[in-house]
């Protein structure tokens, strides 16, 4: 499996990300920790990844949730080179995530270490000893979930990550809503659950955003997870920026 060369001519991944709302995109991130996306794959991308998780050569690993008490279903990691559709996607998405993460940082008193382009971050990533690629799809069926967790795998993370949908929920699954789970300062934690279209994206905080407080901006901690999957098929890709060591 080979990633073809990049032409000059925009894929139609990359027009559907140029295309989104991202000034709403921000402000919903900024309000809720998390932002749906219009389309980015089709129903025939979907089918594709979903076929292609049967595939042993495409992925790199494979982690049962229940042997290590992360939930119930099991998840692939994607093996280099990645798929057309999961590398367009990548590199489309960090430039219109760079402005939101380095906005994020300055707010919160942190360095922005990220550089222009994923593949000049990608490049530190793997000279810090981070060069297993980290994009992955993730099953479930009846009965299966996911824990609140963190994706974090090495010292250096990009604050953002997406999900999306590779099944029509409502169709191929019920149950499986998104979880997202934020720490607000000296208050109870807030729960945000989405149901995720077909094909939509999940843009996400990775570890932790800034929220209002008395002193300006604080760091709210926020996790995330899948519910009970109720029934059927629940198939998802989800894309990181940093890679894993």
């Excluded at 380095?102 to 530190?124: I, N, V």
Aim: hydrophobic residues 35%; charged residues 20%; proline residues 9%.
């Amino acid at each position: 499996m080979t990633t073809p060369a990049r032409t000059d001519a925009p894929a139609p991944y990359q027009r559907r990300v140029d295309g989104a709302d991202w000034p709403a995109i921000s402000a919903e991130l900024g309000d809720l920790g998390c932002a749906l996306t219009p389309r980015l794959l089709t129903a025939d991308d979907a089918a594709t990844l979903v076929r292609l998780y049967d595939r042993d050569d495409a992925f790199r690993s494979t982690i049962t949730m229940g042997r290590h008490r992360f939930g119930e279903g099991e998840y692939r990691y994607l093996a280099s080179p990645l798929p057309e559709a999961v590398d367009e996607l990548r590199h489309a998405l960090y430039p219109h995530l760079l402005p939101i993460a380095r906005d994020w940082h300055a707010k919160l008193g942190r360095p922005a270490l990220w550089p222009d382009t994923l593949d000049e971050w990608l490049a530190m990533c793997h000279e810090a000893g981070q060069a297993k690629p980290t994009p992955l799809i993730l099953k479930y069926g009846p009965g299966d979930w996911n824990a609140l967790h963190r994706d974090l795998y090495g010292d250096l993370v990009f604050p953002l990550q997406v999900v999306i949908n590779l099944t029509e929920p409502g169709t191929d699954h019920t149950g499986g809503e998104f979880l997202l789970v934020e720490q607000r300062p000296r208050a109870q934690s807030r729960g945000t659950a989405t149901t995720l279209p077909q094909g939509q994206g999940l843009i996400f905080t990775t570890r932790d955003r800034p929220v209002h407080s008395q002193r300006g901006f604080s760091a709210a901690p926020v996790r995330h997870g899948v519910s009970v999957v109720r029934s059927g098929a629940r198939y998802t890709l989800g894309i990181l920026f940093h890679d894993a060591p």
